[in-house]
């Protein structure tokens, strides 16, 4: 209304203004704000527009002065006519506002009135409640007088009963607490821990209840002893478990931990445990052995530190203690191998609950939180769990670390290179499947064991290779190279140093990947194998024996056998001596009588030995040499770190042999000539006799240390025997005993290349394509020293030199030198087949040998044709008809095929039969024939026809050809 009053006044100040201007002009503008102001009521749309485009200051708060707000905004410049649109302006807002306020004022006039009527009802309500109030006041004031004092008194002395039954009650608890400490201890003799934590967790929560009472503090106190108590056998169960592992009382024992809220605590302590067992257990184990190596006087060394204790064991108790040494540390990693897998099984259950329970929840629309599944542990959070698998990643490496600790100086404190090499190596052995077992356990190195064997194991293999080539250089020097009488089906993986490559050999598994998956008997999982029972570091004894012996010589035996000597399941005498490193062969170092009957076994059992039935051509210097093999490839087995080392040494046992086979029976001519030799086995040859042998005379120096005096043949060895077709037998067994051991080393090669380091299996390679693959290339220098001295060439040649070659007529009768040469030959033949009944001569040895003599003796054919002083075409048609006789008996005796050298001889002949022009040719082009036979076919041949001058200048080439030759 202010506002109105205030627009009122301004308009009639105006008005007033404007009328005594223009007085002419009032009633038409009035007339045209009223239509104006009567068709803005009717709109309202335009009554909106006015409202939005007025200035807001004209609604801001109530105290605002609209007039002194219009008027400070009119512009000081203005005229008339602009102060009139003003006025007009306003006017018409004003009566915009006018016309919306009454609008609702209207609208809102039913409203109005009912909250008028809803005061006067309340006003109403409040008269009556009033009235209810002084009423109820009164009613109250009558009862009080009405109640007598009585019921009021039974009321209190009823509620003091509820009372004191109460506190019967709370006495009774209390009692029942007092006789609580006798069944806790009940239950910890039974070991049953999560019941005993449980009930003194109950006990303590009852005692806290009724803590007002005196006897209850007191309770209290003997509460948290017995707890303490029950901490104490729990740490002293979780203790059990570090040597013994049960799952059912490890079960309990964390059980009862989770109970306390001590998980955590509870790992820290196992760990602990587990440690003080690593230590306690090793000391007890060296104390034990040190006192038995000591004797009487070892009662002060339990006052003695570890280190101390290992330096006093003897030779004899090493072993021994060894192995209860890694048997007890063994006891310790399975245990917590054990405690780990538990952790894991226990987790994976937990997760498996939780998966199962929240899919309840989903399913039912939720459970109550409370609601405890199978397995369900709401104690224990998930950093909890974390902490307890970091804690077990973490432990398990410084317990392997532990243990090295201990087993190391244990090593040390013992001078190994004493130990005779079965010994060693089952120290090796022992120290290699513990170190398996740790890798497997933590996957870790095992550095610290390594480096404490590694130097004590080189040097130690130095000493026991020289010692072996010194003892292998006697038994070549006294070998009679008999065959060893072996079975059909022999290998090496039979014997005894071999045994550690059966299960490979067992399951068809290739050598090279025994040593990716290889433990004592070819399997690496030692916790899935010794889980529950056995231990991997039992001494274990060898359940068979080697059956090497050929059971075929025992069944062609008819004179002297010996029912128990010769049987299979009795060799006690042949099989032990073949058991032993070595079989002594005619060494002068057995009595007489026992060499006289291996020898004469041997030689029996060979005469009745069919040729298709007999085992591997060895000697007993071969299976000495196979055994040690063996066991550098043991050592090269559980010691990795010098396997090529060893390797290196290996070789040599090959390259010792290989030679001595070479200069014993390939040299025996003292030519000096490789004969049938590659220049790559030439070359092996003198890299062998540079680096392995030192001459009788020489000093030997630091870096000689592997190097042995070169072997001589055994006085009983005849190569010069004709009879014996000049030591066929004993060139056989030599040659073909060092092929069989070249096709074992290439049998061994896999495993070879798996132990040792790939930068080094080069060497291995070189090796066995330079010198092992080519080891057969000694049969033909061998073989070739027999087929030398089993012809009389000489004695032929003579009958081809009294030939006469210059006949007139053609002969159809061939020379009597014919059936000389035949007759060597059959003599050869039947001597082939005694060598072959006293020893098998492999049909290899037989056409090398038929080959050679053949061969020298077509050779023989040409040396004698050249001899002829005259030759007439008649005698050149005998020559002919002599060497197709030949040819023709000998393919009778042999299966040979093409004859050696058959072109050497008709090519030689046929040389007779060319003329001038071409000879001269035909000389430079076959230099194979010596100037001796070259001078014969000049002089002899087409050359007797010739002119002084053209023999003359073919004589001259063929000392052309002799020149070039030097």
């Given amino acids: 209304m202010a506002l109105k009053s205030k627009f009122r006044s301004l308009l009639g100040h105006v008005r007033f203004n404007v009328g005594k201007d223009h007085k002419e002009d009032e009633p038409s503008e009035d007339m045209r704000l009223a239509e104006t102001k009567e068709e803005r009521r009717e709109n309202p749309m335009i009554v909106d527009e006015i409202l939005q485009g007025m200035d807001k200051m004209y609604f801001s708060e109530p105290s605002f002065d609209a007039t002194n707000y219009t008027l400070e905004n009119v512009p000081r410049e203005s005229n008339v006519m602009e102060l009139d649109k003003l006025r007009i302006n306003l006017r018409h807002q004003l009566a915009a506002v006018s016309k919306k306020l009454s609008d609702l004022v209207l609208e809102n006039h039913s409203a109005y009135v009912q909250g008028l009527q809803r005061v006067t009802d309340i006003e109403s309500s409040l008269q009556t409640t009033t009235a209810i109030c002084s009423a109820g006041r009164r009613h109250l004031a009558n009862a009080r007088q009405g109640v007598t004092d009585g019921g009021i008194s039974i009321l209190a002395k009823h509620r003091k009963r509820q009372k004191m039954l109460v506190v019967l009650q709370s006495l009774r608890t209390i009692k029942t607490l007092q006789q609580t400490d006798v069944r806790l201890r009940e239950i910890l003799e039974e070991e049953n821990y999560p019941v005993a934590v449980q009930l003194c967790l109950e006990c303590q929560q009852a005692a806290s209840t009724f803590k007002e009472y005196i006897c209850v503090s007191e309770l209290s106190a003997k509460l948290q002893d017995t707890q303490q108590q029950i901490e104490l056998e729990l740490d002293a169960a979780l203790a059990k478990n570090c040597l013994h592992f049960d799952t059912h009382h490890y079960e309990k024992v964390q059980t009862a931990f989770r109970l306390l809220g001590k998980t955590q605590n509870a790992m820290d302590q196992l760990h602990y445990h587990f440690t003080s067992a690593v230590h306690n257990r090793s000391f007890q184990v060296v104390l034990k052995y040190a006192e038995r190596s000591a004797g009487n006087a070892g009662m002060h060394l339990q006052k003695m530190l570890y280190l101390d204790l290992c330096t006093r064991l003897s030779d004899e108790q090493f072993i021994p203690g060894l192995v209860e040494l890694c048997q007890a540390m063994w006891e310790v990693m399975l245990s917590y191998y054990h405690t780990m897998k538990w952790h894991e099984r226990f987790d994976k259950m937990n997760e498996e609950a939780s998966g199962s329970r929240d899919n309840l929840d989903s399913d039912d629309g939720g459970l109550d939180e409370s609601t405890d599944s199978p397995i369900s542990l709401p104690q224990e959070t998930t950093y909890n769990r974390q902490y307890i698998k970091q804690k077990l990643v973490h432990g398990v490496n410084r317990i392997w670390q532990d243990v090295q600790q201990r087993v190391k100086p244990y090593l040390l404190g013992t001078n190994l290179s004493l130990f005779h090499i079965d010994n060693f190596i089952r120290v090796l052995d022992l ?17 610290d064991l390594q480096e404490s064997i590694r130097t004590q194991s080189i040097n130690y293999f130095k000493t026991y290779h020289r010692a072996r080539l010194d003892e292998m250089r006697m038994f070549l020097e006294n070998d009679a190279w ?15 140093e071999f045994r550690f490559l059966r299960p490979a050999v067992d399951s068809r598994m290739k050598l090279g990947d025994l040593a990716l998956n290889k433990g004592s008997d070819g399997s690496t999982d030692f916790f899935a194998r010794y889980a529950h029972h056995g231990n991997p570091f039992d001494e274990t004894a060898d359940e068979e024996d080697e059956e090497i012996m050929s059971n075929d010589v025992s069944a062609f035996l008819e004179v002297e056998r010996k029912p128990s000597y010769y049987d299979e399941d009795d060799d006690d005498d042949v099989s032990e001596e073949l058991k032993r490193d070595y079989v002594d062969e005619q060494t002068g170092e057995l009595p007489v009588f026992r060499r006289t009957s291996r020898t004469s076994f041997s030689q029996r059992a060979m005469r009745r030995q069919s040729s298709d039935v007999h085992g591997p051509i060895i000697t007993n210097t071969t299976l000495m040499i196979l055994r040690y093999f063996g066991k550098y490839m043991q050592m090269m087995n559980v010691l990795k770190l010098i396997a090529y080392d060893v390797l290196l040494h290996m070789s040599q046992l090959f390259d010792c ?13 003292n030519d000096g000539t490789h004969f049938g030799l ?38 009983v060895v005849d190569l010069l025997n004709p009879n014996t077709l000049f030591g066929l037998s004993e060139r056989e067994v030599a040659v073909e005993s060092l092929v069989f051991l070249a096709r074992q080393f290439e049998f061994l090669q896999p495993h070879l290349e798996s132990v040792i380091p790939t930068s080094k299996r080069a060497f291995l390679a070189q090796f066995s394509s330079q010198t092992v693959s080519r080891a057969h290339e000694l049969r033909r220098p061998v073989y070739r020293g027999v087929a030398d001295r ?16 210059d006949i007139k007529e053609i002969m159809s009768q061939h020379s009597v030198y014919v059936d ?26 037989v ?27 008649e005698g050149r048609a005998l020559m002919q008809l002599d060497f197709q006789q030949f040819l023709m008996k000998l393919e009778t005796l042999t299966d040979v095929r093409p004859i050696p050298d058959k072109q050497h001889v008709e090519m030689y002949v046929k040389a007779y039969y060319i003329g001038e022009n071409d000879l001269e040719q035909w000389l430079r082009d076959h230099k194979e024939y010596s100037t001796k036979q070259l001078h014969s076919l ?15 200048r073919l004589l001259s080439v063929v000392d052309e050809i002799d020149k070039s030759r030097r």
Avoid at 824 to 842: C, F, G, N, S
Avoid at 938 to 952: C, F, M, N, P
């Fill in 820 to 845: 000389v040469a035949v007759q060597e030959m059959v003599l050869l033949k039947e001597r082939l087949q005694a060598a072959d009944r006293r020893v098998p001569v492999p049909k290899e040895a």
């Fill in 847 to 873: 056409d090398m040998i038929w080959g050679h003599c053949i061969r020298l003796m077509n050779r023989m054919f040409v040396e004698g044709f050249s001899l002829a002083k005259k030759c007439s075409n």
């Fill in 482 to 496: 008999q065959l060893c009488p072996v079975r059909p089906t022999f290998s090496i993986i039979q014997l005894h």
């Fill in 657 to 669: 042999y290989l030679y001595t086979v070479y200069s014993f029976f390939a040299l025996d001519r």
């Fill in 431 to 447: 120290i290699d499947r513990l170190m398996m077992i740790g890798q497997e356990l933590c996957g870790g190195t095992s550095k």
């Fill in 938 to 952: 000049v002089t002899s041949g087409i050359g007797a026809h010739l002119s002084k001058k053209s023999r003359q």
């Fill in 678 to 715: 590659s220049p790559h086995m030439s070359t092996t040859l003198g890299r062998i006799a540079d680096s392995l042998f030192v001459s009788p005379g020489s000093v030997s120096s630091p870096t000689d240390e592997v190097k042995v005096l070169q072997p001589h043949i055994s006085p």
């Fill in 790 to 805: 089993a012809l009389n060439l000489e004695k032929i040649l003579q009958m081809m030199g009294q030939v006469k070659w």
